[in-house]
Nanobody, 122 residues
Framework: VQLQASGGGAVQAGGSLRLSCAAS????????MGWFRQAPGKERDFVAS????????YYDDSVKGRFTISREQAKRMVYLEMDSLKPEDTAVYYC????????????????WGQGTQVTVSS
């Protein structure tokens, strides 16, 4: 499976962005799709994930209530709607696939997209 993330950009604090992740190849109901982010000089951190089959969603506390992850199974697309953006949300955002069904750990994910930059100014 190859993943292609898009939709990043520069916005002011309080603004919104929608990230998209297109997947090529087969995704099964037991798989999990996730979004992670990495700020300069920091580790890659979990943002949100969604179970491909059930659609159950999981969020890091730092984005809960502001970000929404969703998927379109027929199109093999995953989205991250980001509202009320803050300067601390600035990072490169990556979409990823976990075949083992892991939810939050970088080590659970097998495939990674190339990343898309999100910059939030104050």
């Amino acid at each position: 499976v190859q993943l292609q993330a898009s939709g990043g950009g520069a916005v002011q604090a309080g603004g919104s962005l929608r990230l998209s992740c297109a997947a090529s190849g087969s995704i099964f109901s037991s798989h999990v799709m996730g979004w992670f982010r990495q700020a300069p000089g920091k580790e890659r951190d979990f943002v949100a994930s969604i179970r491909w089959g059930r659609g159950s969603t999981y969020y890091d506390d730092s984005v809960k209530g502001r970000f929404t992850i969703s998927r379109e199974q027929a199109k093999r697309m995953v989205y991250l709607e980001m509202d009320s953006l803050k300067p601390e949300d600035t990072a490169v955002y990556y979409c990823a696939l976990s075949r083992r069904g892991g939810l939050r750990l970088v080590s659970d994910y097998n495939e990674w997209g190339q990343g898309t930059q999100v910059t939030v100014s104050s």
